[in-house]
């Protein structure tokens, strides 16, 4: 009796294994990332620290050095609804921070800031300028 409800388990076991299973591989995962192009390349976010004399900090992303990201370079910060709240203005990149200098706009904490599409930029410097009066 045993021999054969082990008998009757192995063959169901291996009828189980025997059983096509459709697989999709065009799904994607919520890790992986479209192909192509973005328009907007992140290069990160606002740091939460306080902005002096119109310089404010971002925490880079690991994409930012995928592109030509240098000092210099022009970037906008937007916010989670993506509308454009400041021009900003590379000046030093150490590490995985930056440290940039606000020419139009005020960014908010936790800002994303992208390499801006012509189109983006355009949306951006419609911002006013950042006043400097003291």
């Known amino acids: 009796m045993r021999h054969a409800l082990r008998i009757l388990m192995f063959a169901g076991l291996v009828g189980c294994a025997h059983q ?3 697989v999709n591989v065009t799904a ?4 992986e990332k479209p192909t ?3 328009t907007n390349p992140r290069v990160g976010f606002v740091a939460r620290s ?3 004399y119109g310089v404010v900090v971002i925490q880079l992303v ?3 050095f995928q592109g030509p990201i240098k000092v210099d370079d022009i970037v906008v910060a937007r916010n989670r609804t993506l509308e454009p709240t400041a021009v900003l203005k590379i000046l030093e990149i150490r590490g995985m921070a930056a440290r940039v200098t606000i020419l ?5 904490p936790e ?9 983006l930029r ?11 009066d003291t």
């Open 28 to 31: 994607t995962t919520g890790f």
């Open 20 to 22: 096509s299973v459709e």
């Open 111 to 119: 800002d994303e800031v992208v390499l801006p599409s012509h189109k």
């Open 36 to 38: 192509g192009v973005p």
């Open 122 to 132: 355009e949306a951006a410097e419609a911002l006013p300028a950042l006043k400097t």
């Open 104 to 108: 139009r706009g005020q960014p908010g």
């Open 50 to 52: 306080a902005s002096t």
């Open 62 to 64: 690991r994409e930012a």
